[in-house]
Structure formats: structure tokens, C-alpha cells
């Protein structure tokens, strides 16, 4: 990171006034009472630029680059690694303002969106024609398109549709440069030469600015039923899972598991029914989707009764009521009730091989036990596809050598094991540790370079992946 | 390209003696008689060497980089576009004896692979354990996983399944600098720094050779039913097919179309029965998967003969054996029977947005009609990803005039149009003038300044894609 001439916020508020019509400029005053969304210093610039169009961004980036001014990029301000994080003397370009649909392609099920678009109402704008989104995930209402793509998103249908990078069929962006590139491909066959908006996706805002971004969708499967399964390990839950993806005649939508802790202390807090589980087992939720809720609900029983003792299932509930199959998402997706009890537990979010799973959560389980103070993690997420999030169960921030020490724990043997220390979140502020230590050495000096001939000045999103 | 110093054949074999245990070494007199593969100027270079271990490669990358040697990357040596071309005083660097599957992990779906596995070989391995490849191709015997990975291959699932960059998880290589890049990640789910693997992909073998890799798989859905159908046009079969994808119980595995020329002459050729087809119409191929054979087969019926009015079918048949299937599948696969009437025939390989293919079409009849000497194409390919493969119905090589016309006709409006001037085959030799006219100029710069970056000697497959 190089350091710049700061300017004071109200100093830059004046220096862009006029620079392009379609740039609006939020300075101190009208952030003022804004929320700044997961992290607190996300505002912490005091200036906000909104463009309206791509040439509006290059105009502003051109500007900055002259008078080299650090640029922090902002969608939903979702992000949980304080990707988004900005300071004095740094501008936020925000997307706020991108935010149209451009156009829906129903036969093709595809779709061209600003990058400011939220993933819900890109949703809400493909339904009429019964399509949605490849991916889904529950920050949906604030997360961006572009956001999404900034961090690779994945979410809840990554087993199945893959993650960010492999919705998006066209992208366009400003480089650092000032640059506008144009890569707005529509199809999902091109091998014509390097594809470098690969680049764009998953640099956090690194590389350049997204600005538009062509998508594929699909259709909606609306005919779900969903269950609740007690399974004596991950191994056996993919067991199950995998069964359902082979099924001729019904979906696989969703296959979440929580391991007993998670389940535990969130179903004694909102008071969610447990009678049917057995011998505080892990906890699987199933969504499938069939030709009518009827014929998946009963297909869905006649799998499980046929797996049952195969998988030693510890008892299972098939939700008989949409009601009933919202409260039990309630349960995977209200994920942060144990913020109350630990205020700023610290929180992972790693991949493993799904196959490895229950090696890496009984391994964990050990290792912050031999840290001392009966230290505990609350487990969940995505099994098929091996996305755990982990909570520790301690209020943060720890002292360094405790944090440290939690960290050793949760990443043993994830790269070894061709798993990754973050899966969906992003590096950000938070995982330059992470990375620095289990990231080949061979591609962080790649990345090292390649940094440094796009953005020579340092000036996009400065500090947050650590070149 | 920069000019290196040139050592014979002969002189490189000897140099190379020694050089380390796992490296091979053919010198002119052993390539006697090899099989050039599609290009008869692959082998030109006169010295291949085959390495057996990745560190065999670093170790003859490094060798190359101290003495200015080029290295031309070569797998099955399936491509079109003469991406695998070499000259005397180049080596050539084989994945022949890289061709170990080194894992399979049924529960996860996913394989790691050496580069040199072909498509066949691996897809025979994962057989006995009810997977298969989530991408398929004609070129299955002789296409290499490296190979396929170097030229991000598409083929026959990729309207489902996306294309090989969606299949690969993990990618170790070896860059110019003889540097070995790790990222054998066996998950779906990275958020984790930028994912510079993707620089490897599709790059045709100029930012490194690709050793390892590790891909999804899928199961083998086995139940298939086949059928061919007259229909109008491309918009009347994008719907037949929709509706199959959309149906519950259901799965459609291909849909291929053939336009008329193709179809009449492949016909009389190879004497199909045509007699089910009226007035002349393009032929779809359609295969489905279902529950069991006779299922799948059924429900197909009753799907065609739902949608028989409305999409205006023009006859149809449904294969009633897997020889009758096999039959249907000769009539799309064996494509190039139209070499025997116009040796090396101008071929193109194009992708448009689904939905533009009916104006493509008729754009293209029209401008290769305006050139004169009544031009026609054959043209075929994966209607459901846009993917068209055209042949001129001339002797190639053409003229340089008539070439640049013709080559006009293909690619207008291409680009505006969302689509590719190459959908599967690459840049290689052939493909440069589309690549620099239709390739955005800021993406061509940044693919020159990475070239520079990681290969500033241009010893990597020198002179295909035009950097």
C-alpha cells in the first residue's frame, strides 16, 4: 500500500462537484444518520459518489487516478471481512445508483443488470417470468449484483449452480486505469482468448469497478417440500443428499446442516420444537423440489424411509405447511442469534471436501478444546457442497495470542486438504493472516504483480486483500 | 514475438539428455510416422518431450528460460484452429505421459486428474463408480483434460453444465518462469484472494502448462430416450427444448440442431431416412434422461405431442432402440463428412445468443449469397448455448479476398449481439484477424501486458493467440 496526499472529505466533496452530470456527491452532511451497514467504518471516508452510468465512474476514477485519491467500492455494505471499510481521504463509489434491470432474455433465461441491483430485486423483476436467480443466499434484500461478484458469492445453491463466477456470462468494469472494458458476452461458450473478466470476479474491488454484468438464470421450481433430519454425522448427511441428487423425479434445493451446539442453544432460544430428535444429533435440512408439493413431500418420506436405517437417521420432520417449512429455514438462516450471548464472536467461514467434513469438525472440536477454557464453535452450513460457518463461542474481539490461537485451529489442515480459509466471504480486512499464511506463495506474488500493473498507485480498495 | 535463438532439432534432443528422470525425450528420427493430429505441422518442431511429473516440466520450463527455447504445449492434438502448430528449434511439450487419475472421491462428484487424461480414458474410470463427466465432446478419445482445460472446451452438456471452466475446482501448472502454481482446491466455494487459476483457462498454453487438475463429476444418468424433429426454425426448437428443461421428470441431456443443407446432404451421403421429415426443415436432436428408458421414453412422446402445434414441429421420430439412437447421434457427430466434397472446407465455430439465431442464420445466408457463386454454409451445432459450427460449401483454402469476405459474413454482428467468433475451437493460427477486430481493445491490451508480465521471453506457445 503507497501513501497518498489526503484531502479532507469536505475538500473532495467541493473538488468533484460538476465533474460528470451523472455523478451525485454525498458529503459529510448527508451521511450523516446512514446507516453504514455490517461494519461500523464502512462511512468513514465522508464522501459517497453515486454514479449513474459507466461513464460517469470513468470520469471519477479518471479524476481520482490524476489526483490519487483511493477509491473504496461499496454495493450492499453486507460483507462480513470489512471489505468495505473506508477512511478520510478515501472516496466511496457506491452502486446505488446502477440499479436498473437492463433486460431479460426469458427463452435464453438470461439477464443484463447495473451492478447496483440487489440479488432480491433482480429476483422480484425475474418472477413474472418465472425465473429467478442461479444463486441464492440470505443477505438477499442488501447484497448487489455487483457486490456478489466483487466476493464470488456463493450461498445455498452452490452445490448444484456453482458460485458467482459461474452465473456470470458478461461483465464490463473500469479499470484503475480509467479505462472501460467491455467483456458483455452472452453466452456461455467463448474461447477466445484469455478470458480476463475472471479477473473482476472475486478481486474485492482490487482490480476495478464492475459496472454491469450479464447473468444466467433458471427456471423456478416452486413445488418444494422440506424436512428436518437427524443424522449421526456430516458423512451420512451427504449420504442422504447424494441419494436425492440421483432421484429421477425430484430436486435437490438445499442441504444445510447444523451441528448440535448451533442446534441446541438456537432452538432453546426461539423455542423451535426438538421432540423428534434423537440423541442431540446434527441436524440436516432438506429442500426438494418435485412436479407438485404433493408429489415431492411424498417421494421425499418414501427416500427417507428407504435410507433410514442405511443412514441411522435420529429421527426426521417433514414440514406439512409452507409455515412449517419456513420456521425450519428459520433456524439455518437466523444464523447470527448467538451474537446476543457473544457479542463479536469471532467467525469463519471455510470450505473443506465435503467428504472430510466430519475428520475437520471433529479435529476442531479438539484443538479449541487444547486451547483451554472449554472453548466451543457453533457449526453449520452448506454440507454438499463443504461450506462450514463457524462462530466461537466467546464474545470478541480476543486478546491477540487467544485470537491467534483460535485461528491455528480453524484453519489446520484446510489447504492440505484442498479446502480454502474463506469460502464465500472474501478476504477483506479480516483474513490478511489468513491469507498470507495459506495462499500458495507462487500465486500470492502473481497476485502481487498483477495488482501492481492494473493499479500501480494502489488506489482501488487500498488494504483490503493484502498484495 | 520475439525472435530466439534457433538450435536443431537434433541439437535440443541431445541438449535435453539428462536433463532430469522424468522427462522423455523424442528426437526427429522417433517422431517418424507419429500421427501429427489434426494439424499436419504439429510435430514440425522435430524434438517432443514427455515428462512425467510436474517437477519434470519446472525442470525443462527452467532449461528453456536459461537457453530461450520455445515450448509449444501440446494434449490430444484434437484442436482446429492450429493452437498446437510448431516450427524446427521449438520443443514440444507432451502431457502424453501425464496420464494418471490420482483420485476419485464418489460422495463429493469430483476427480483430480493429470493433464494428459483423455476425456474417454477418464470418463471410463469414473464408470464403476456410476459418474461421468459433466462435459462431453466428439473428440472424447483423443481430447486431454490439460488440453481441454487450455482451450476452456464446451461440447454437448454445456448448456447445462457450463463449460470447463465450471467444472474445474482445482489447476496446478507450471508458469514461464518455470515456477510451479498451485491451486488443487477440491471445493466450490473459494472467496479467497483473486482466483488467478482462471488466467490459466483458456489461454491456449500461452501463461503456462497446466499439469493437475481436479473437476467436478456427475452421476451417470442412464435412462435416455433420443428423437429427431423437423421445426421451423431455431426460435420453434429453443422452445421445445425450454419445455423439456423445465419438465419435472424430466432431464434434457442434448439438444442439437442441423439446418438444411446439412441435413440433405449428410443425408444422401450416408443415406438416413428422412422420410418422417416435411417440407425440407431443420432437423433438432433431442435426448432426454428420465427414471427408466421406457419412461423417459414416454413422457418424451407425450411432451413432442403436446407442444406438436404450437411450435409448428414439421414430423418427428423417437428412436426405438439405443441402435436407432446411436444412428440419430452419427447424423450430428460425424460432422465432417463435407471435407470429402470440399477438402479443408473454411469452418467456423461461433456462439450467439440463443434467441439471435434465427436472424444470424438468415443475415448469414443472405451475405455469403452477396458474395457470389451462390456461397452456402452447412451449419450445425448446440442450440440451446448458441453454439453454431459453420462450413463454407467450398474448397479451402480461399483466396485472400474471398477469405476476408467470407470471413466478414460470419462474424457481423457478432459482437454487438452478445455473442463469440469462438465458441470452443480457440484463437490458435487461425483465428487472429477475429481476434483483433472483434475482441474489445482494452481486453486485448491487458491480455498483452499479462503475456509481457509472465512470459517476457514469448516462450510459451508463441504466435497462437495474437498478444
Known sequence: MSSHPTLSPLDLTSALDGLHPDLRILGPEALIGRHPGEDPANL???VMVQPAST???AALVSWCRANRVAIVPQGGVSGLVGGSVSHAGE????????NRV?????????VEVEAGVTLEALQAALEPHGLTTGIDLGSRGSATIGGMAA?????ILAFRNGVMRHQILGLEAVLPSGEIFSDLTRVVKVSAG?????????????FGFVTRLVLKVE??????????????????????????????????????MMWPRYVRDHAALKRFDLSWLENDAPVLLLEVSGETAEAATTLLEAELAEIWEEAELQGGIVAQSSDQARRFWDMREDSGFYFAAFPNAPSFDVSMPPSALDDYVAGLTDRLNAIGDGLEAYVYGHIADGNLHIAIAAAGPLPFDRKTAVEAAVYDGI????????????????????YLTHVDPVKQALARQIKAMLDPDTLFNPGKVPF
Chains 1, 2 share one sequence.
Open 91 to 98: 472516496i466511496i463509489l457506491s452502486s446505488a445508483r446502477l
Open 415 to 434: 489447504r492440505t486438504s484442498g479446502g480454502s480459509f474463506s469460502a464465500e466471504h472474501g478476504v477483506g480486512l479480516e483474513k490478511h493472516a489468513a
Open 44 to 46: 468513514d471516508a465522508g
Open 151 to 155: 466476493t464470488n458469492a456463493g450461498g
Open 102 to 110: 437492463l433486460a431479460i432474455h426469458p427463452d435464453e433465461e438470461t
Open 194 to 206: 484469455p478470458d480476463l473478466k475472471q479477473l473482476l470476479i472475486g478481486s474485492e474491488g482490487a
Open 219 to 256: 427456471p423456478i421450481r416452486p413445488h418444494r417440500a422440506v424436512a428436518l433430519l437427524g443424522v449421526p454425522d456430516a458423512s451420512r448427511g451427504l449420504r442422504v443428499a447424494a441419494r436425492l441428487r440421483r432421484h429421477g423425479a425430484l430436486q435437490l434445493e438445499a442441504a444445510e
Open 55 to 57: 461513464e460517469a465512474v
